[in-house]
């Protein structure tokens, strides 16, 4: 059964500090998705990747497929990114879903 | 910037109803999916859809669930006899190809009552 799981759920931390959210997975992917949840409940899609490490502007995705394991990092964190960022694993024509992490930056 | 829109926003329906949620993918796009998310809880895949087929569905895609792309551009979902348990915010996405970015849309949030 392809799980996905995520950590921590909630994390709230002051402007400015690096922010690390970490996805596990159990089954093999063609590819895994960052998702950024905003409060309204609107989806954006932030990387989808099958290898290495992607970066765009202050954010940061890697993978290690033999550990079946990714991170997101955020640098000089904002208030604007507080949001729900949700890591999805792409298989068999569909994703599944992790149960998100709850950000929220404190100015 | 192309974007996914859905239609309605939000809708209410008494159960046992039938409701359709409409969506308009992004046009180049050649796959298509729904997802809903329960209040509090996490999203959940319902369907995907390629070449005017079913390409893959979720154990909660049952007989009272279709999907249709009724022209070029239409992407719709059916709940033919509503219940209190579909009320849920559902998304439409679209992707290039397979696998690919998928660009969700706003949601629909139904509330069945």
């Known amino acids: 059964k392809n799980e996905v799981e995520q950590s921590p759920q909630n994390l709230t931390a002051q402007e400015g500090e690096f922010i690390t959210i970490n996805c596990s997975y159990s089954v093999g992917i063609s590819a895994l998705h960052w998702l950024q949840q905003h409060p309204g409940g609107g989806i954006v899609s932030l990387f989808m990747?099958?290898?290495g490490k992607k970066k765009h502007g202050r954010l940061i995705a890697t993978i290690n497929i033999q550990e079946k394991h990714s991170s997101l990092h955020i640098t000089a964190s904002h208030p604007r990114d507080s949001a729900v960022y949700i890591c999805?694993?792409?298989?068999?024509?569909?994703?599944?879903f992790g149960t998100g992490t709850r950000l929220t930056i404190i100015p | 910037e192309p974007e996914v829109t859905q239609t309605p926003s939000h809708q209410v329906t008494q159960m046992g109803q039938e409701v359709i949620l409409r969506c308009v993918p992004i046009?180049?796009?050649?796959?298509f999916y729904w997802y809903r998310q329960i209040l509090g809880q996490k999203v959940e895949f319902l369907v995907s859809?390629?070449?005017?087929?079913?390409?893959?569905k979720s154990e909660i895609f049952d007989d009272q669930f279709s999907v249709e792309r009724p022209d070029g551009s239409n992407f719709t979902l059916k709940i033919r006899s509503t219940k209190l348990e579909d009320s849920a915010m559902y998304f439409c996405?679209?992707?290039?190809?397979?696998?690919?970015?998928?660009?969700f849309g706003p949601g629909t949030r139904l509330t069945v009552l």
């Open positions: 046009s180049n796009h050649l796959y």
């Open positions: 859809f390629y070449n005017n087929e079913i390409s893959e």
């Open positions: 990747l099958s290898s």
């Open positions: 999805a694993n792409f298989g068999n024509e569909k994703l599944t």
């Open positions: 996405a679209s992707s290039e190809g397979t696998p690919g970015e998928q660009f």
